[in-house]
């Protein structure tokens, strides 16, 4: 009989090679519930912080756009943003893992993922899907309507997403779509309408996303190019560091311009917008110091800088809070 409640070794039956080492998955959770949270990426955090992250650059910027300020209900579109983010991104990553478990099984570092590794049914990964979507459709019901609406079109890059890397080469950009739609529902759900600020701001996560995505796609680029899959680090190969300057310039300039165009307007003082602008700078420099580090040939490496986004997202949200109370 094998024990089901130590922590699995990395490589071992039931382990995902690419998760966080003594994750609290392997460690603590029950072992019938283990496929079902690796399934939900429980045991890697990372992606729902920068599903997360966005969300909560569109609420700050728009209650320091707001001339009443922050209300008490953005406590809830915080918190429900973080709820909803965990959720969208376990559910999305469920969809995407039924849909790719044939590529993942071809695939040195996915093939341990509970699809592939029959540690779940198809059947049983897609009643996981409807009950975290379910759950994540109560918290979006209690936005204004207009987060609502943005909310359920927001379904439709999620369910493209895993099949872009078949017919495009920028895959990125599909996953950008649907990872920063939070800063458009945050943003609504605040003030009740859009305008060109969270426009501006949703791009800025777009080319966020690309430079991250980018650093992510190079773990596997030769596996991938082994089963004819897509990616942007296939794509631009020995040039990746050219295109990724190009995406953080691009990132910072439109959150500046998303900035400023919230605040000014709103007759943000003086201290309040040098905040928020260097939280953008200082969200730029932090990539800078990704690019620095970066080796395109060396996975761990890329992996462990793509996991230093969250950081990056911190940043600018950070920021936007301090200026609100400055």
């Given at each position: 009989?094998t024990?089901?409640?130590?922590?699995?070794?990395?490589?071992?039956?039931?382990?995902?090679?690419?998760?966080?080492?003594?994750?609290?998955?392997?460690?603590?959770?029950?072992?019938?519930?283990?496929?079902?949270?690796?399934l939900?990426?429980?045991?890697?955090?990372?992606?729902?912080?920068?599903?997360?992250?966005?969300?909560?650059?569109?609420?700050?910027?728009?209650?320091?756009?707001?001339?009443?300020?922050?209300r008490?209900?953005?406590?809830?579109i915080?918190?429900?943003?973080?709820?909803?983010?965990?959720?969208?991104?376990a559910?999305?990553?469920?969809?995407?893992?039924?849909?790719?478990?044939?590529?993942?099984?071809?695939?040195?570092?996915?093939?341990?993922?509970?699809?592939?590794?029959?540690?779940?049914?198809?059947?049983?990964?897609?009643?996981?899907?409807a009950?975290?979507?379910l759950?994540?459709?109560?918290?979006?019901?209690?936005?204004?309507?207009?987060?609502?609406?943005?909310?359920?079109?927001?379904?439709?890059?999620?369910?493209?997403?895993?099949?872009?890397?078949?017919?495009?080469?920028?895959?990125?950009?599909?996953?950008?779509?649907?990872?920063?739609?939070?800063?458009?529902?945050a943003?609504?759900?605040?003030?009740?309408?859009?305008?060109?600020?969270?426009?501006?701001?949703?791009?800025?996560?777009?080319?966020?996303?690309?430079?991250?995505?980018?650093?992510?796609?190079?773990?596997?680029k030769e596996?991938?190019?082994?089963?004819?899959?897509?990616?942007?680090a296939?794509?631009?190969g020995?040039?990746?560091?050219?295109?990724?300057?190009?995406?953080?310039v691009?990132?910072?300039?439109?959150?500046?311009?998303?900035?400023i165009?919230?605040?000014?307007?709103?007759?943000?003082?003086?201290?309040?917008?040098?905040?928020?602008?260097?939280?953008?700078?200082?969200?730029?420099?932090?990539?800078?110091?990704?690019?620095?580090?970066?080796?395109?040939?060396?996975p761990?490496?890329?992996?462990?800088?793509?996991?230093?986004?969250?950081?990056?997202?911190?940043i600018?949200?950070?920021?936007?809070?301090?200026?609100?109370?400055?």
């Open positions: 009989m024990d089901d409640s130590r922590t699995p070794e990395p490589g071992e039956p039931g382990s995902v090679s690419d998760a966080v080492t003594g994750n609290w998955v392997d460690r603590h959770a029950p072992a019938w519930t283990r496929p079902y949270l690796r939900s990426r429980a045991d890697r955090p990372i992606g729902s912080w920068l599903l997360l992250l966005p969300c909560w650059w569109g609420v700050l910027l728009a209650a320091n756009a707001d001339p009443a300020g922050p008490w209900e953005d406590a809830w915080f918190a429900g943003c973080w709820a909803g983010a965990f959720l969208m991104r559910a999305g990553c469920t969809w995407n893992d039924i849909t790719d478990r044939d590529i993942d099984a071809g695939v040195a570092r996915t093939r341990s993922r509970p699809l592939p590794s029959g540690q779940v049914t198809v059947r049983q990964a897609l009643a996981w899907m009950i975290q979507s759950i994540a459709l109560g918290i979006l019901l209690t936005f204004h309507p207009v987060a609502i609406l943005l909310g359920v079109i927001s379904l439709a890059p999620v369910a493209v997403y895993p099949f872009a890397k078949r017919f495009t080469w920028w895959p990125q950009i599909f996953l950008g779509i649907a990872f920063n739609w939070g800063a458009l529902l943003w609504a759900a605040h003030a009740g309408s859009l305008s060109l600020p969270p426009v501006l701001l949703y791009f800025a996560g777009m080319a966020w996303t690309l430079f991250y995505d980018t650093i992510y796609a190079h773990q596997d596996d991938d190019a082994l089963i004819g899959v897509k990616s942007t296939r794509l631009f020995d040039r990746t560091g050219t295109w990724l300057r190009l995406f953080m691009a990132s910072v300039v439109l959150m500046t311009a998303a900035v165009t919230a605040m000014v307007p709103a007759g943000a003082n003086v201290l309040a917008l040098t905040l928020a602008l260097a939280g953008c700078w200082a969200f730029g420099w932090h990539m800078v110091w990704q690019l620095r580090r970066l080796d395109i040939d060396d761990d490496i890329c992996l462990r800088l793509f996991r230093s986004n969250r950081d990056a997202g911190l600018p949200a950070l920021f936007l809070a301090a200026a609100l109370i400055a």
